[in-house]
């Protein structure tokens, strides 16, 4: 007998249901539903958002590397490399390679893929140390020389090294997989990334600068009201000042170019280290020797830090928004 009933209970009849657990579980149905739908929503938003940064992270300094940028690089270290040639001599021994294709010669596909690898771990190292440095409490500019001094070194440890070689000549050209080949066959791997301690030191103290002398020039510009947004001319000159001022170490780029050098002279160390490498240029060449190139260095110093700082900012402050 059922307890509380009179009437008898048919041990084969089927089990009853019990709607009032059944019902509570419908009511969160539809919150497990929206959750999960959330979920993935929001997992493809930040792949989407990630692959469209790093797409215009690689547009950037496509465009960066392919215009005017190679023109004052290619002359810089020709007059780093060669410091008994002046300015107009080093331009006539580059237009003598092909004329203006001379100036561009490398360009694709290998300065397309440093351009892509350097500037992605640049970019993404900034912007991560500069706002890990904000969290903690640092001002703008002391950010933006810490994330440009970290973004420099990843930069340079973990991206491809410049060769430079002399070129011209009667023997056939090589090719640039031939020279990387034998110099990795004669040298093994410390011969490939030879000189990238100087490139170390040169990416921390460029991009440091960079960046925070651009944040400083920033400031001024804003004079007593900090909040205000910059126009973009206005982010345009700043960039150009800390472009321009970045270019005090160009010793350390002097003595890079000689570090990677492939030429062969008379009484130079063979294996150089910064030290052996300062000493040789200033034997050879006085201390204006480390000032070799240093004008087109400021227009590429310029040209590269409005890329990366002023329009880098925008394509940051469009995602913020967007996102």
């Not at 031939?178 to 990416?203: P, S």
């Not at 329009?311 to 995602?319: I, L, R, T």
């Amino acid at each position: 007998m059922a307890i509380g009933t009179s009437e008898p209970v048919d041990p084969n009849a089927p089990l009853e249901k019990k709607p009032q657990l059944f019902l509570p579980s419908l009511f969160f149905v539809p919150f497990i539903i929206e959750i999960r739908v959330n979920i993935v929503i929001l997992l493809n938003l930040t792949v989407v958002v990630h692959v469209a940064r790093k797409m215009c992270h690689f547009a950037i300094v496509y465009v960066e590397r392919s215009g005017i940028y190679d023109i004052f690089e290619v002359v810089k270290t020709q007059m780093a490399a060669n410091r008994g040639q002046s300015m107009v001599a080093s331009v006539s021994t580059v237009w003598s390679r092909g004329g203006i294709f001379g100036f561009y010669q490398g360009l694709i596909p290998w300065a397309w893929i440093e351009a892509g690898t350097k500037g992605a771990a640049l970019m993404f190292a900034v912007s991560e140390l500069e706002y890990r440095a904000r969290v903690l409490g640092a001002s703008v500019p002391v950010a933006g020389i810490l994330g440009g001094m970290g973004g420099g070194i990843v930069q340079a440890y973990t991206t491809m090294v410049e060769v430079t070689r002399h070129k011209g000549g009667s023997g056939p050209s090589k090719s640039t997989i031939e020279v990387a080949t034998e110099i990795f066959r004669r040298e093994g791997i410390a011969g490939i990334n030879k000189g990238v301690n100087a490139v170390a030191v040169r990416q921390c103290t460029n991009w440091g600068s960079r960046f925070g002398i651009s944040r400083v020039a920033e400031d001024l510009i804003r004079g007593k009201d900090k909040a205000r947004k910059l126009t973009d001319l206005e982010k345009i000159a700043a960039s150009s000042v800390g472009g321009a001022l970045s270019t005090w170490n160009q010793p350390i780029e002097v003595i890079r170019v000689e570090m990677q050098s492939q030429l062969k002279t008379a009484g130079r160390p063979e294996k150089l280290t910064i030290a052996t490498a300062a000493g040789w240029i200033y034997k050879q060449s006085g201390i204006l020797g480390f000032y070799r190139g240093v004008t087109p260095r400021v227009c590429l110093g310029m040209w590269q830090t409005i890329c990366m700082v002023a329009f880098g900012d925008k394509v940051k402050a469009y995602f913020q928004k967007k996102f």
